[in-house]
């Protein structure tokens, strides 16, 4: 098989090292005979996959210990409806930063639970950039601040942690475990694996622990934090095969020089794209500088007519999945962790070769 270089915006690119070592291991986990597919998750050796996978991810953030991290299923769209349900009474006031397209659904989702104040909002400006903070309009008593640290489709990223008098919410979904991040400004972090943690079917929450035992009583079981934290995150089957493929990524981040290491290379990678992408007067990226996040980097050709054939010769060079999201059309590049320093240059050395037989 030739090179390939994935740029999916997720499910994404997983680690070489890890694909290999999931395979070599598929049908025989560590001599038991077994597949982790093919185990109890309440026997002796799931216990040690995920004990080694929460310890490591522990290590990883340098989590403090009034923090309870979950392994759940439902995707980032669950804890959408879980953190208003889990955080909040009915009538009680909670603020949303209006970022993009998934912060809108957050949004569009807490508003069936709980009175929505919009502390800030990008619309404005068409989502290419973050709303100065000194703007923002805090509710007086929120029963917590919402946002999402990376917009997945507008590729507009926080370089900053918002402050907060309320709990601070974040839905870290595609850019969690980039960078060394202080847990502690924060009550609740969730993210879907399928990005820089593991496989989809597997979704990460860390809760501060005040938080939990919190929901209001009509939320179903399977919905309440407190459920799966007094059960260590296995209340039911949980996603075995993917919580073990995240444990090897976690092993994969702490051989990378762990978050500090691997932030490095992202940003060695983030760099490099934009100046290529500026440098030409071909490309185009709409999102203000110091908001460009440096895991999705969304561009247009400067003609629309020219996308067919930019995919196709991308695909033909083995660089794949580069179509923009439906909904904003162009081109995405994701450069996750897994993503390879190669593969960026690869497709800088594409960039440059299309824009001179089409520019
Ligand atoms: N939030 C963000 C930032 C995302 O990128 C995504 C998925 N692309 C979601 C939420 C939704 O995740 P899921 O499909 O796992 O529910």
């Known amino acids: ?36 597919m093919e185990m109890s998750h309440r026997g002796r050796e799931f216990t040690q996959i995920i004990t080694e996978a929460e310890a490591d991810l522990r290590k990883l953030l340098a989590l403090p210990s009034d923090y309870t991290v979950l392994f ?10 879980m953190v208003p349900l889990n955080l909040a009474q009915e009538g009680d006031t909670v603020d949303y930063v209006d970022t993009g397209h998934w912060s809108r659904i957050a949004i569009k989702e807490a508003r069936r639970y709980a009175n929505v104040h919009v502390v800030a909002s990008g619309e404005a400006g068409r989502f290419t950039s973050i709303p100065d903070e000194a703007q923002w309009q805090h509710s007086s008593k929120a029963a917590y601040l919402h946002y999402c640290s990376n917009e997945t489709i507008g590729g507009v990223e926080f370089p900053f942690v918002p402050q907060s008098q309320a709990p601070l919410v974040c839905d870290m979904s595609s850019n969690i475990l980039s960078q060394p991040l202080d847990v502690s400004r924060f009550g609740l972090i969730y993210a879907g694996a399928q990005k820089n943690i593991g496989p989809s079917g597997l979704t990460l929450a860390i809760v501060r622990d005040d938080l939990l035992g919190r929901a209001r009583a009509a939320t179903p079981t399977m919905l309440d934090y407190q459920v799966h934290a007094a059960a260590d995150s296995l209340y039911n089957t949980p ?11 976690f092993k994969w981040l702490l051989e990378q020089g762990g978050l500090a290491g691997i932030a490095q290379r992202n940003i060695e990678k983030a760099a490099l794209l934009y100046e290529t992408l500026d440098a030409s007067g071909f490309y185009h990226c709409p999102v203000d500088r110091p908001y460009r996040s440096r895991m999705n980097v969304p561009f247009r050709l400067t003609e629309d007519r020219l996308d067919d054939a930019f995919l196709e010769g991308a695909k033909a060079r083995g660089l794949l999945q580069l179509k ?16 390879p320093l190669e593969g960026v240059k690869a497709l800088c050395d ?8 089409h520019g």
Not at 239 to 249: C, E, K, N, Q, R
């Open 350 to 357: 594409y960039l440059r070769e299309f824009e001179k037989t």
């Open 324 to 339: 923009g999201h439906r909904s904003v059309g162009g081109m995405r590049a994701s450069i996750y962790n897994a993503m």
């Open 72 to 81: 759940m299923q439902g995707g980032a769209h669950f804890h959408f409806a």
């Open 1 to 36: 098989m030739t090179q390939v270089y994935n740029f999916s915006s997720g499910p994404a690119v997983l680690p070489r090292e890890v694909m290999l070592a999931a395979q070599a291991e598929l049908t025989d986990w560590h001599g038991t005979g077994m597949s982790v």
């Open 239 to 249: 996603p075995t095969f993917a919580i073990y493929v995240a444990g090897l990524v």
